[in-house]
């Protein structure tokens, strides 16, 4: 299935469980905010959101890094644009 | 098999979850002295800045537990423990028996022996608010005061600076950190600080408040400073005296093994209280951060419900004190260490130290240098020797 990550880079303060956590989706920048990668890969530009092609299992640790973010600076969206972490 | 977790933040509630993930017929009963279901102490500071809505800090609803099937008690703590009989007593009179029991209380504030209106603590979500409330009501001259050297201070620093408060800031030690700071990098600190407006005072002791019932000024060794705001960022100490009774093995945290384990039978700790033997840097250490609590309270679960798989974590936190990043990985307290490297200057802009002890790289402070992160983390994570390792 398809996931659409957001990390909101005012909101991340580098704290870095995500990268803990889920080290093939999420790294740290420069300026210590947590950028999105594509299974360890950038195939385009460094950016704080993308759309990657996951498995159930990396969909369920995905959501445990989210949770993880003591700012809650992870958004996730499944392809229908529907939010599924945080929850509303 | 019955649980009991007593402490409700991100440790016992993280614990309480992954156990009912693993088990859904045990009985889990979680002791919160707080009323809130769990919130993010980190988005404390965003929400006094008004960066997120106060809902937006919490990370559980009320319903959550129900759900769950998680008996909340909540503003009780635990002031009992009988580790013969297996049951602990709470501050309402009630008697609960446990087969495991997991001590995630973390840590009390710790005060400054005067209280006035203005003066404000940050760690719970009650105290946001008290600070909130007094934010509100400052006057458009009104100065801000901070005590302290260590992360809350720095909350404190961005905060008034964010409401453009003239502050002054004055600490006991010589530098902020000084339990894990060389000079260098505490030099970095104070000039970035100083450069940026806030009146320093170092090897400063606190003498008293003054006031008749809203702050006006504090009294420091240095002499006294004006002040409608108090900001106290001096640690925490937390209250072991119930589990000391019971013999339970207590040195600056809870100790315990590396499955978490204290010295009592079917009792484990976890979070801020626990000072664990971390296998990976070889002694035992108290990780006070986000990352290690929510960790280790999922790893007790695991261990608690008959996994046995040692606590492998090496644990960061990272801050910034008027925009100068601040980073620190696995051990770093000097003491502990047989030789604290420094790279970088002050002129550059960016002290780094490494923590190596019995040659290995067992931690890292990154001042201005988010760069160094990645590397020394992995360093610590696989036990390289100083000698291999390499960064300049």
């Given at each position: 299935?398809?996931?659409?990550?957001?990390?909101?880079?005012?909101?991340?303060?580098?704290?870095?469980?995500?990268?803990?956590?889920?080290?093939?989706?999420?790294?740290?920048?420069?300026?210590?905010?947590?950028?999105?990668?594509?299974?360890?890969?950038?195939?385009?530009?460094?950016?704080?959101?993308?759309?990657?092609?996951?498995?159930?299992?990396?969909?369920?640790?995905?959501?445990?890094?989210?949770?993880?973010?003591?700012?809650?600076?992870?958004?996730?969206?499944?392809?229908?644009?529907v939010q599924l972490f945080p929850d509303l | 098999m019955r649980y009991?977790?007593?402490?409700?933040?991100?440790?016992?509630?993280?614990?309480?979850?992954?156990?009912?993930?693993?088990?859904?017929?045990?009985?889990?009963?979680?002791?919160?002295?707080?009323?809130?279901?769990?919130?993010?102490?980190?988005?404390?500071?965003?929400?006094?800045?008004?960066?997120?809505?106060?809902?937006?800090?919490?990370?559980?609803?009320?319903?959550?537990?129900?759900?769950?099937?998680?008996?909340?008690?909540?503003?009780?703590?635990?002031?009992?423990?009988?580790?013969?009989?297996?049951?602990?007593?709470?501050?309402?009179?009630?008697?609960?028996?446990?087969?495991?029991?997991?001590?995630?209380?973390?840590?009390?504030?710790?005060?400054?022996?005067?209280?006035?209106?203005?003066?404000?603590?940050?760690?719970?979500?009650?105290?946001?608010?008290?600070?909130?409330?007094?934010?509100?009501?400052?006057?458009?001259?009104?100065?801000?005061?901070?005590?302290?050297?260590?992360?809350?201070?720095?909350?404190?620093?961005?905060?008034?600076?964010?409401?453009?408060?003239?502050?002054?800031?004055?600490?006991?030690?010589?530098?902020?950190?000084?339990?894990?700071?060389?000079?260098?990098?505490?030099?970095?600190?104070?000039?970035?600080?100083?450069?940026?407006?806030?009146?320093?005072?170092?090897?400063?002791?606190?003498?008293?408040?003054?006031?008749?019932?809203?702050?006006?000024?504090?009294?420091?060794?240095?002499?006294?400073?004006?002040?409608?705001?108090?900001?106290?960022?001096?640690?925490?100490?937390?209250?072991?005296?119930?589990?000391?009774?019971?013999?339970?093995?207590?040195?600056?945290?809870?100790?315990?093994?590396?499955?978490?384990?204290?010295?009592?039978?079917?009792?484990?700790?976890?979070?801020?209280?626990?000072?664990?033997?971390?296998?990976?840097?070889?002694?035992?250490?108290?990780?006070?951060?986000?990352?290690?609590?929510?960790?280790?309270?999922?790893?007790?679960?695991?261990?608690?419900?008959?996994?046995?798989?040692?606590?492998?974590?090496?644990?960061?936190?990272?801050?910034?004190?008027?925009?100068?990043?601040?980073?620190?990985?696995?051990?770093?307290?000097?003491?502990?260490?047989?030789?604290?490297?420094?790279?970088?200057?002050?002129?550059?802009?960016?002290?780094?130290?490494?923590?190596?002890?019995?040659?290995?790289?067992?931690?890292?402070?990154?001042?201005?240098?988010?760069?160094?992160?990645?590397?020394?983390?992995?360093?610590?994570?696989?036990?390289?020797?100083?000698?291999?390792?390499?960064?300049?």
């Amino acid at each position: 299935m398809k996931l659409h990550i957001k990390v909101d880079p005012d909101l991340c303060i580098g704290a870095a469980s995500c990268v803990t956590i889920a080290p093939e989706t999420f790294q740290l920048n420069e300026e210590n905010k947590a950028y999105v990668l594509d299974h360890g890969t950038e195939p385009t530009p460094r950016t704080y959101e993308r759309v990657i092609d996951v498995t159930e299992e990396e969909k369920e640790n995905l959501i445990l890094a989210a949770q993880s973010c003591p700012t809650l600076a992870i958004f996730i969206f499944d392809e229908a644009g529907v939010q599924l972490f945080p929850d509303l | 098999m019955r649980y009991v977790i007593v402490g409700g933040g991100v440790a016992g509630t993280t614990a309480a979850e992954a156990l009912r993930k693993r088990d859904a017929k045990s009985e889990i009963t979680l002791v919160s002295e707080e009323h809130h279901p769990l919130y993010s102490r980190v988005l404390l500071p965003h929400y006094l800045k008004g960066k997120v809505p106060r809902e937006r800090v919490f990370l559980k609803k009320e319903a959550w537990y129900g759900q769950q099937q998680i008996e909340w008690l909540t503003g009780i703590a635990c002031e009992h423990l009988d580790p013969r009989n297996q049951f602990v007593g709470l501050t309402d009179g009630r008697e609960l028996p446990y087969d495991r029991l997991l001590v995630a209380t973390g840590g009390e504030v710790r005060t400054v022996d005067a209280d006035l209106r203005g003066v404000s603590y940050l760690r719970t979500l009650d105290d946001a608010d008290h600070l909130a409330q007094i934010l509100c009501e400052q006057p458009a001259d009104a100065r801000a005061v901070i005590f302290g050297g260590g992360f809350i201070a720095c909350e404190y620093l961005n905060l008034f600076s964010h409401f453009r408060l003239p502050t002054t800031l004055f600490h006991r030690g010589a530098h902020f950190w000084t339990r894990s700071l060389g000079e260098e990098a505490g030099a970095l600190i104070a000039k970035h600080l100083t450069e940026r407006g806030v009146e320093l005072h170092t090897r400063t002791q606190f003498v008293n408040l003054l006031g008749e019932s809203e702050l006006t000024g504090v009294v420091t060794s240095q002499g006294e400073h004006a002040a409608h705001l108090l900001g106290v960022g001096i640690g925490t100490s937390p209250d072991f005296s119930w589990l000391k009774a019971a013999g339970v093995d207590v040195g600056a945290g809870v100790r315990t093994n590396a499955f978490l384990e204290t010295n009592i039978p079917h009792v484990y700790a976890a979070g801020d209280i626990a000072e664990f033997f971390d296998e990976i840097v070889g002694r035992h250490i108290q990780a006070g951060n986000w990352m290690n609590a929510m960790s280790q309270g999922r790893a007790a679960a695991h261990i608690m419900s008959g996994e046995r798989e040692p606590f492998h974590l090496v644990s960061s936190y990272a801050t910034n004190a008027l925009g100068l990043e601040i980073i620190f990985v696995g051990d770093t307290l000097k003491d502990a260490a047989d030789e604290v490297r420094v790279l970088g200057s002050v002129h550059a802009l960016g002290v780094t130290q490494i923590f190596v002890r019995q040659g290995r790289v067992v931690g890292g402070v990154l001042i201005g240098r988010n760069q160094d992160r990645a590397a020394i983390t992995k360093a610590i994570q696989e036990q390289k020797t100083a000698s291999e390792f390499e960064i300049c």
